[in-house]
Protein backbone atom coordinates (compact mmCIF):
# COMPACT_ATOMS: atom_id res chain seq x y z
CA UNK A 1 0.00 0.00 0.00
CA UNK A 2 1.38 3.34 -0.75
CA UNK A 3 0.52 6.22 1.68
CA UNK A 4 2.40 9.24 0.26
CA UNK A 5 -0.53 12.01 -0.05
CA UNK A 6 -0.32 14.17 2.91
CA UNK A 7 -3.59 15.92 2.07
CA UNK A 8 -5.06 12.56 4.08
CA UNK A 9 -3.38 14.30 7.16
CA UNK A 10 -4.07 18.06 6.44
CA UNK A 11 -8.08 17.30 6.21
CA UNK A 12 -8.00 15.34 9.30
CA UNK A 13 -5.67 18.59 11.09
CA UNK A 14 -9.03 20.99 9.43
CA UNK A 15 -11.40 18.98 10.88
CA UNK A 16 -9.86 19.00 14.57
CA UNK A 17 -9.58 22.97 14.07
CA UNK A 18 -13.50 23.15 13.63
CA UNK A 19 -13.99 20.77 16.81
CA UNK A 20 -15.07 23.70 18.65
CA UNK A 21 -17.46 24.73 16.57
CA UNK A 22 -18.74 21.34 15.82
CA UNK A 23 -19.06 20.74 19.39
CA UNK A 24 -21.04 24.11 19.71
CA UNK A 25 -23.84 23.24 17.13
CA UNK A 26 -23.89 20.08 18.56
CA UNK A 27 -24.99 21.01 22.00
CA UNK A 28 -27.81 23.05 20.43
CA UNK A 29 -28.64 20.19 18.54
CA UNK A 30 -28.61 18.17 21.42
CA UNK A 31 -30.63 20.54 23.81
CA UNK A 32 -33.39 21.11 21.12
CA UNK A 33 -33.72 17.50 19.87
CA UNK A 34 -32.60 15.33 22.81
CA UNK A 35 -34.61 12.32 23.21
CA UNK A 36 -35.30 11.04 26.68
CA UNK A 37 -32.50 8.46 27.11
CA UNK A 38 -35.39 6.73 29.52
CA UNK A 39 -39.26 7.80 29.11
CA UNK A 40 -40.81 6.67 32.55
CA UNK A 41 -43.68 3.84 32.49
CA UNK A 42 -46.66 6.03 33.26
CA UNK A 43 -48.20 3.21 35.20
CA UNK A 44 -44.84 2.24 37.27
CA UNK A 45 -44.97 4.24 40.33
CA UNK A 46 -41.67 3.76 41.36
CA UNK A 47 -39.13 6.57 40.39
CA UNK A 48 -38.19 6.28 36.92
CA UNK A 49 -34.92 4.30 35.86
CA UNK A 50 -32.58 6.01 33.71
CA UNK A 51 -30.78 3.90 31.12
CA UNK A 52 -27.45 3.88 31.46
CA UNK A 53 -24.95 5.96 28.49
CA UNK A 54 -23.58 3.91 25.38
CA UNK A 55 -20.60 2.71 26.14
CA UNK A 56 -17.89 3.93 23.63
CA UNK A 57 -16.92 0.46 22.65
CA UNK A 58 -19.28 -1.58 20.70
CA UNK A 59 -18.53 -5.32 20.07
CA UNK A 60 -20.49 -7.98 18.02
CA UNK A 61 -20.01 -10.95 15.94
CA UNK A 62 -22.06 -12.81 13.45
CA UNK A 63 -21.75 -16.58 13.09
CA UNK A 64 -22.59 -18.75 10.48
CA UNK A 65 -22.68 -19.31 6.72
CA UNK A 66 -23.05 -17.22 3.81
CA UNK A 67 -20.66 -15.99 0.56
CA UNK A 68 -19.75 -13.00 -1.72
CA UNK A 69 -19.50 -14.26 -5.24
CA UNK A 70 -16.33 -12.64 -7.15
CA UNK A 71 -17.01 -11.24 -10.51
CA UNK A 72 -13.29 -11.42 -11.88
CA UNK A 73 -12.60 -14.22 -13.72
CA UNK A 74 -10.60 -17.03 -12.37
CA UNK A 75 -11.49 -16.54 -8.82
CA UNK A 76 -13.21 -17.75 -5.83
CA UNK A 77 -16.01 -16.86 -4.14
CA UNK A 78 -15.85 -15.07 -0.97
CA UNK A 79 -17.05 -16.71 2.44
CA UNK A 80 -18.90 -15.53 5.05
CA UNK A 81 -18.36 -17.79 8.28
CA UNK A 82 -17.70 -14.65 11.00
CA UNK A 83 -18.67 -11.20 10.56
CA UNK A 84 -16.67 -8.89 13.61
CA UNK A 85 -18.57 -5.60 14.53
CA UNK A 86 -16.08 -3.62 15.67
CA UNK A 87 -16.61 0.11 16.62
CA UNK A 88 -15.50 2.57 19.25
CA UNK A 89 -17.24 6.29 19.24
CA UNK A 90 -15.59 9.07 21.32
CA UNK A 91 -16.75 12.53 21.01
CA UNK A 92 -16.07 13.64 17.68
CA UNK A 93 -13.73 10.88 16.33
CA UNK A 94 -15.16 7.33 15.81
CA UNK A 95 -13.68 4.02 14.63
CA UNK A 96 -16.25 2.11 12.91
CA UNK A 97 -14.98 -1.26 11.24
CA UNK A 98 -11.49 0.41 10.00
CA UNK A 99 -13.74 3.35 8.71
CA UNK A 100 -11.28 6.61 10.85
CA UNK A 101 -13.93 9.44 11.39
CA UNK A 102 -14.66 13.05 13.02
CA UNK A 103 -17.90 14.58 13.29
CA UNK A 104 -17.99 17.71 11.80
CA UNK A 105 -21.57 18.71 12.67
CA UNK A 106 -24.34 16.24 14.51
CA UNK A 107 -27.62 18.28 13.96
CA UNK A 108 -31.12 16.61 14.45
CA UNK A 109 -31.62 16.16 11.00
CA UNK A 110 -28.07 15.32 9.56
CA UNK A 111 -24.65 14.33 10.68
CA UNK A 112 -21.95 15.27 8.52
CA UNK A 113 -18.69 13.42 9.48
CA UNK A 114 -15.04 12.85 7.61
CA UNK A 115 -13.99 9.22 7.13
CA UNK A 116 -10.86 8.02 5.88
CA UNK A 117 -11.25 4.36 4.70
CA UNK A 118 -10.01 1.64 2.66
CA UNK A 119 -10.99 1.08 -0.80
CA UNK A 120 -13.58 -1.62 -0.65
CA UNK A 121 -12.74 -3.11 -4.45
CA UNK A 122 -9.46 -4.14 -3.81
CA UNK A 123 -11.12 -7.23 -1.39
CA UNK A 124 -11.79 -9.08 -4.87
CA UNK A 125 -8.40 -9.33 -5.93
CA UNK A 126 -7.50 -11.79 -2.61
CA UNK A 127 -9.07 -14.28 -4.04
CA UNK A 128 -8.01 -15.27 -7.24
CA UNK A 129 -5.75 -18.00 -9.05
CA UNK A 130 -3.52 -18.31 -11.77
CA UNK A 131 -4.00 -20.57 -14.76
CA UNK A 132 -1.82 -21.74 -17.13
CA UNK A 133 -2.76 -21.80 -20.89
CA UNK A 134 -1.47 -23.91 -23.84
CA UNK A 135 -2.05 -22.22 -27.32
CA UNK A 136 -2.57 -24.78 -30.43
CA UNK A 137 -3.10 -24.20 -34.24
CA UNK A 138 -5.55 -27.02 -35.08
CA UNK A 139 -5.35 -27.14 -39.00
CA UNK A 140 -6.35 -29.83 -41.14
CA UNK A 141 -6.71 -32.14 -38.20
CA UNK A 142 -3.50 -31.76 -37.41
CA UNK A 143 -2.55 -29.86 -33.91
CA UNK A 144 0.71 -27.88 -33.39
CA UNK A 145 1.98 -25.59 -31.15
CA UNK A 146 1.13 -21.75 -32.08
CA UNK A 147 4.37 -20.13 -33.01
CA UNK A 148 5.38 -17.11 -31.16
CA UNK A 149 5.18 -14.08 -32.96
CA UNK A 150 8.12 -11.40 -32.98
CA UNK A 151 7.57 -8.24 -30.63
CA UNK A 152 4.44 -10.19 -28.75
CA UNK A 153 3.93 -8.17 -25.55
CA UNK A 154 4.44 -10.24 -22.51
CA UNK A 155 6.44 -13.08 -21.35
CA UNK A 156 8.22 -13.27 -24.89
CA UNK A 157 8.36 -16.73 -24.62
CA UNK A 158 7.37 -19.33 -27.59
CA UNK A 159 3.29 -20.38 -27.71
CA UNK A 160 4.58 -23.31 -27.12
CA UNK A 161 5.00 -23.17 -23.37
CA UNK A 162 2.02 -22.48 -21.14
CA UNK A 163 1.46 -19.14 -21.22
CA UNK A 164 0.42 -17.81 -17.57
CA UNK A 165 -3.06 -16.22 -17.00
CA UNK A 166 -2.89 -13.84 -13.88
CA UNK A 167 -5.17 -11.59 -12.38
CA UNK A 168 -2.96 -8.05 -12.38
CA UNK A 169 -2.24 -7.36 -8.32
CA UNK A 170 -4.07 -4.53 -6.93
CA UNK A 171 -3.12 -2.01 -3.67
CA UNK A 172 -5.69 -0.66 -1.11
CA UNK A 173 -6.15 2.98 -1.24
CA UNK A 174 -6.93 4.80 1.73
CA UNK A 175 -9.58 7.29 0.59
CA UNK A 176 -10.83 10.48 2.58
CA UNK A 177 -13.77 11.98 1.92
CA UNK A 178 -17.20 13.86 3.38
CA UNK A 179 -20.33 11.92 4.39
CA UNK A 180 -23.81 13.36 4.88
CA UNK A 181 -26.27 10.99 7.19
CA UNK A 182 -29.60 11.50 6.92
CA UNK A 183 -32.47 10.22 9.26
CA UNK A 184 -36.45 10.70 9.94
CA UNK A 185 -39.54 9.43 9.86
CA UNK A 186 -38.77 8.42 5.90
CA UNK A 187 -36.16 6.43 6.58
CA UNK A 188 -32.38 6.75 6.48
CA UNK A 189 -30.17 8.02 3.76
CA UNK A 190 -26.67 8.37 3.52
CA UNK A 191 -24.40 10.32 0.81
CA UNK A 192 -20.63 9.70 0.16
CA UNK A 193 -17.68 11.52 -1.53
CA UNK A 194 -14.61 10.00 -1.10
CA UNK A 195 -10.95 10.65 -3.15
CA UNK A 196 -8.24 8.39 -3.11
CA UNK A 197 -5.39 10.08 -1.10
CA UNK A 198 -2.46 7.45 -1.12
CA UNK A 199 -1.30 8.33 -4.76
CA UNK A 200 -2.85 4.30 -5.86
CA UNK A 201 -5.78 5.26 -8.19
CA UNK A 202 -6.11 8.88 -8.09
CA UNK A 203 -9.57 8.57 -8.50
CA UNK A 204 -12.74 9.20 -6.41
CA UNK A 205 -16.46 7.94 -5.84
CA UNK A 206 -19.94 9.63 -5.13
CA UNK A 207 -22.21 7.26 -4.08
CA UNK A 208 -25.95 7.48 -2.47
CA UNK A 209 -27.76 5.03 -0.15
CA UNK A 210 -31.58 4.91 1.37
CA UNK A 211 -32.66 2.42 3.69
CA UNK A 212 -35.98 1.69 5.86
CA UNK A 213 -36.45 -0.27 8.53
CA UNK A 214 -39.62 -1.97 10.12
CA UNK A 215 -40.21 -3.65 13.73
CA UNK A 216 -42.52 -6.16 14.18
CA UNK A 217 -42.60 -7.26 17.57
CA UNK A 218 -39.43 -9.48 17.43
CA UNK A 219 -38.98 -8.80 14.07
CA UNK A 220 -36.57 -6.09 12.02
CA UNK A 221 -36.41 -5.87 8.31
CA UNK A 222 -34.68 -3.33 6.42
CA UNK A 223 -34.34 -3.19 2.85
CA UNK A 224 -32.14 -0.54 1.21
CA UNK A 225 -31.16 0.45 -2.41
CA UNK A 226 -28.13 2.57 -3.52
CA UNK A 227 -26.21 4.04 -6.46
CA UNK A 228 -22.19 4.82 -6.83
CA UNK A 229 -20.52 6.75 -9.46
CA UNK A 230 -16.68 5.92 -10.02
CA UNK A 231 -14.58 7.90 -11.60
CA UNK A 232 -12.57 6.19 -14.28
CA UNK A 233 -9.14 6.47 -12.69
CA UNK A 234 -10.76 4.65 -9.76
CA UNK A 235 -12.60 2.18 -12.08
CA UNK A 236 -9.26 1.79 -14.46
CA UNK A 237 -7.37 1.05 -11.73
CA UNK A 238 -8.61 -1.81 -10.16
CA UNK A 239 -11.01 -3.43 -13.16
CA UNK A 240 -8.69 -2.28 -16.34
CA UNK A 241 -5.92 -4.33 -17.93
CA UNK A 242 -3.20 -1.63 -18.51
CA UNK A 243 -0.25 -1.56 -20.71
CA UNK A 244 2.06 -2.99 -19.18
CA UNK A 245 -0.19 -6.03 -18.18
CA UNK A 246 -1.45 -7.51 -21.37
CA UNK A 247 -0.39 -10.74 -21.96
CA UNK A 248 -0.99 -12.80 -25.06
CA UNK A 249 -4.45 -14.26 -22.95
CA UNK A 250 -5.37 -10.92 -21.77
CA UNK A 251 -5.72 -7.95 -23.76
CA UNK A 252 -5.55 -4.39 -23.02
CA UNK A 253 -8.68 -2.67 -21.70
CA UNK A 254 -9.39 0.85 -20.13
CA UNK A 255 -12.70 1.31 -17.88
CA UNK A 256 -14.40 4.32 -18.17
CA UNK A 257 -16.37 6.02 -15.30
CA UNK A 258 -19.78 4.67 -14.59
CA UNK A 259 -22.61 4.00 -12.28
CA UNK A 260 -23.30 0.83 -10.40
CA UNK A 261 -26.27 -0.25 -8.50
CA UNK A 262 -27.43 -2.49 -5.08
CA UNK A 263 -30.36 -3.54 -3.27
CA UNK A 264 -30.32 -5.21 0.02
CA UNK A 265 -32.42 -6.79 2.81
CA UNK A 266 -31.36 -7.59 6.10
CA UNK A 267 -33.82 -9.16 8.63
CA UNK A 268 -33.28 -9.90 12.47
CA UNK A 269 -35.35 -11.80 14.70
CA UNK A 270 -34.37 -10.98 18.59
CA UNK A 271 -34.22 -14.01 20.68
CA UNK A 272 -33.10 -12.07 23.56
CA UNK A 273 -31.26 -8.57 24.30
CA UNK A 274 -27.92 -9.81 22.88
CA UNK A 275 -28.54 -12.30 20.09
CA UNK A 276 -30.54 -12.79 17.03
CA UNK A 277 -31.04 -14.23 14.51
CA UNK A 278 -29.79 -12.37 11.43
CA UNK A 279 -30.27 -12.57 7.78
CA UNK A 280 -29.10 -10.98 5.26
CA UNK A 281 -29.19 -10.90 1.05
CA UNK A 282 -27.73 -7.98 -1.05
CA UNK A 283 -27.35 -7.57 -5.26
CA UNK A 284 -24.30 -5.53 -6.32
CA UNK A 285 -24.69 -4.05 -10.07
CA UNK A 286 -21.24 -3.37 -11.54
CA UNK A 287 -20.98 -0.86 -13.69
CA UNK A 288 -21.40 -1.55 -17.32
CA UNK A 289 -17.86 -0.58 -18.22
CA UNK A 290 -16.12 -2.52 -15.53
CA UNK A 291 -18.64 -5.73 -16.96
CA UNK A 292 -16.88 -5.12 -20.26
CA UNK A 293 -13.58 -5.46 -18.87
CA UNK A 294 -11.45 -9.16 -19.71
CA UNK A 295 -10.30 -9.82 -16.17
CA UNK A 296 -14.43 -9.42 -15.32
CA UNK A 297 -16.57 -12.72 -15.72
CA UNK A 298 -19.87 -11.87 -14.02
CA UNK A 299 -21.61 -8.53 -14.08
CA UNK A 300 -23.11 -8.64 -10.67
CA UNK A 301 -21.28 -9.81 -6.96
CA UNK A 302 -24.52 -11.40 -5.00
CA UNK A 303 -23.77 -11.81 -1.27
CA UNK A 304 -26.00 -13.65 1.69
CA UNK A 305 -25.40 -14.68 5.00
CA UNK A 306 -27.56 -16.46 7.61
CA UNK A 307 -26.76 -16.96 11.27
CA UNK A 308 -26.69 -16.50 14.94
CA UNK A 309 -25.35 -12.40 15.86
CA UNK A 310 -24.05 -11.01 19.25
CA UNK A 311 -24.20 -7.69 20.60
CA UNK A 312 -21.95 -7.05 23.28
CA UNK B 1 -11.72 -50.64 34.80
CA UNK B 2 -15.14 -49.80 33.49
CA UNK B 3 -16.57 -50.65 37.21
CA UNK B 4 -14.64 -48.03 38.50
CA UNK B 5 -15.83 -45.80 35.66
CA UNK B 6 -18.97 -46.51 36.70
CA UNK B 7 -18.98 -45.69 40.20
CA UNK B 8 -17.42 -42.09 39.23
CA UNK B 9 -20.48 -41.34 37.08
CA UNK B 10 -22.82 -42.71 39.20
CA UNK B 11 -21.66 -40.81 42.09
CA UNK B 12 -21.05 -37.55 39.75
CA UNK B 13 -25.31 -37.90 39.21
CA UNK B 14 -25.99 -38.39 42.65
CA UNK B 15 -24.32 -35.20 43.98
CA UNK B 16 -26.76 -33.66 40.85
CA UNK B 17 -30.10 -33.59 42.93
CA UNK B 18 -28.84 -30.92 45.52
CA UNK B 19 -27.16 -28.79 42.88
CA UNK B 20 -29.89 -28.96 40.08
CA UNK B 21 -33.09 -29.51 42.36
CA UNK B 22 -36.07 -27.96 40.73
CA UNK B 23 -37.31 -24.65 42.50
CA UNK B 24 -40.69 -25.25 43.89
CA UNK B 25 -41.99 -22.23 42.20
CA UNK B 26 -41.64 -22.02 38.17
CA UNK B 27 -42.68 -19.04 36.23
CA UNK B 28 -43.22 -18.79 32.92
CA UNK B 29 -43.81 -15.61 30.75
CA UNK B 30 -43.69 -15.07 27.16
CA UNK B 31 -42.45 -13.16 25.52
CA UNK B 32 -39.71 -11.48 28.00
CA UNK B 33 -38.63 -9.01 25.27
CA UNK B 34 -40.19 -5.91 23.92
CA UNK B 35 -37.87 -4.77 20.64
CA UNK B 36 -38.67 -0.92 20.00
CA UNK B 37 -37.41 0.74 17.31
CA UNK B 38 -35.48 4.27 17.53
CA UNK B 39 -38.96 6.47 17.62
CA UNK B 40 -40.64 4.39 19.72
CA UNK B 41 -40.98 4.84 22.89
CA UNK B 42 -43.54 1.47 24.14
CA UNK B 43 -44.72 -1.27 22.41
CA UNK B 44 -47.99 -3.27 23.57
CA UNK B 45 -47.72 -6.46 24.93
CA UNK B 46 -50.03 -8.90 25.53
CA UNK B 47 -48.10 -11.58 28.20
CA UNK B 48 -48.78 -15.25 28.32
CA UNK B 49 -48.19 -16.11 32.22
CA UNK B 50 -47.64 -19.48 33.39
CA UNK B 51 -46.68 -21.03 36.98
CA UNK B 52 -46.18 -24.22 38.58
CA UNK B 53 -45.55 -25.28 41.98
CA UNK B 54 -44.91 -28.33 43.70
CA UNK B 55 -46.61 -27.37 46.57
CA UNK B 56 -50.01 -26.19 47.24
CA UNK B 57 -50.95 -22.89 48.17
CA UNK B 58 -52.48 -19.56 47.82
CA UNK B 59 -49.86 -17.41 45.52
CA UNK B 60 -50.61 -14.31 43.90
CA UNK B 61 -48.99 -12.82 40.78
CA UNK B 62 -47.73 -9.22 40.79
CA UNK B 63 -46.43 -6.44 38.42
CA UNK B 64 -43.99 -4.11 39.24
CA UNK B 65 -46.33 -1.51 38.29
CA UNK B 66 -49.14 -2.38 39.84
CA UNK B 67 -49.63 -1.63 43.79
CA UNK B 68 -51.64 -4.40 44.06
CA UNK B 69 -51.55 -8.01 43.09
CA UNK B 70 -52.95 -8.83 39.25
CA UNK B 71 -54.53 -11.85 40.43
CA UNK B 72 -54.20 -14.56 43.23
CA UNK B 73 -55.21 -18.00 43.14
CA UNK B 74 -56.34 -19.77 46.33
CA UNK B 75 -54.98 -23.51 47.13
CA UNK B 76 -53.59 -23.94 43.87
CA UNK B 77 -50.63 -25.84 42.26
CA UNK B 78 -51.10 -23.94 39.00
CA UNK B 79 -52.03 -20.91 37.48
CA UNK B 80 -52.50 -19.54 33.79
CA UNK B 81 -53.25 -15.57 33.26
CA UNK B 82 -53.35 -13.25 30.27
CA UNK B 83 -52.13 -9.63 30.74
CA UNK B 84 -51.93 -6.53 28.31
CA UNK B 85 -49.72 -4.04 29.44
CA UNK B 86 -47.76 -1.19 27.71
CA UNK B 87 -44.22 -1.51 28.41
CA UNK B 88 -41.78 1.55 28.15
CA UNK B 89 -38.92 0.27 30.49
CA UNK B 90 -37.50 -3.12 31.82
CA UNK B 91 -40.28 -4.83 34.92
CA UNK B 92 -40.77 -7.93 36.40
CA UNK B 93 -43.89 -10.09 36.77
CA UNK B 94 -43.08 -12.05 40.34
CA UNK B 95 -45.37 -14.40 42.65
CA UNK B 96 -45.80 -14.17 45.84
CA UNK B 97 -48.08 -15.53 48.94
CA UNK B 98 -50.99 -12.99 49.37
CA UNK B 99 -49.99 -10.48 51.70
CA UNK B 100 -46.44 -10.88 51.74
CA UNK B 101 -42.98 -9.61 50.28
CA UNK B 102 -41.22 -12.48 49.75
CA UNK B 103 -41.12 -13.39 45.98
CA UNK B 104 -41.28 -17.15 45.39
CA UNK B 105 -40.21 -16.67 41.36
CA UNK B 106 -39.78 -13.90 39.04
CA UNK B 107 -40.17 -12.78 35.73
CA UNK B 108 -38.03 -9.87 34.08
CA UNK B 109 -39.21 -8.41 30.70
CA UNK B 110 -36.21 -6.34 29.53
CA UNK B 111 -36.53 -3.93 26.82
CA UNK B 112 -34.38 -3.97 23.55
CA UNK B 113 -34.02 -0.51 22.06
CA UNK B 114 -32.83 -1.22 18.51
CA UNK B 115 -30.46 0.92 17.16
CA UNK B 116 -28.49 3.73 18.92
CA UNK B 117 -29.49 6.81 21.33
CA UNK B 118 -25.70 8.37 19.98
CA UNK B 119 -26.87 9.65 16.74
CA UNK B 120 -24.08 8.76 15.23
CA UNK B 121 -23.66 5.39 15.32
CA UNK B 122 -27.54 5.18 14.55
CA UNK B 123 -26.97 6.79 11.47
CA UNK B 124 -23.75 5.12 10.09
CA UNK B 125 -24.95 2.04 7.70
CA UNK B 126 -22.33 -0.66 7.79
CA UNK B 127 -20.88 -1.60 4.32
CA UNK B 128 -23.01 -3.10 1.48
CA UNK B 129 -21.29 -6.49 2.83
CA UNK B 130 -21.46 -6.80 6.18
CA UNK B 131 -23.98 -8.83 7.31
CA UNK B 132 -24.81 -7.34 11.12
Given at each position: MKITNLRYLAVLAAAWAMSPLANAQSTQADDATSVPAALPATEVP????????????????????????????????????VDLDIAWFGERWFFDNFDLGFTLMDHSRFTANVVARLNSDRAFFGKTN???????????GAQEPLP???????????FDQPVELKIPDRDYAVELGLEMLLDGEWGEATLRAF??????????????????????????????VGVAYKSAALSDYYWGVHADEVL??????????????QAGLRASYYVTKSMRIALSANYERLQHSITQSPIVAEPDVIGYFAGLAWQF | MRTRLTLLIASCFTALPTVAADPPVRLNVKPLLCVLDKNASSCVVSFDIRWQSTVSGEYCLNDEAQAAPLRCWPSALSGEHRQERLVTQEFIFWLSPPAGTTRVAEAKIEVLRVGSTDRRRERRSRHVWDVL
Open positions: NAPRVIPGEKSWRLGIGLGYGQRTNPLIQSEDIPVVTRYVNFSLTAGASPGTPGTGASHDVSGTHEGYEISADYSYRWIRGRFSIAPSPTLQGYEVDAGVGW | -
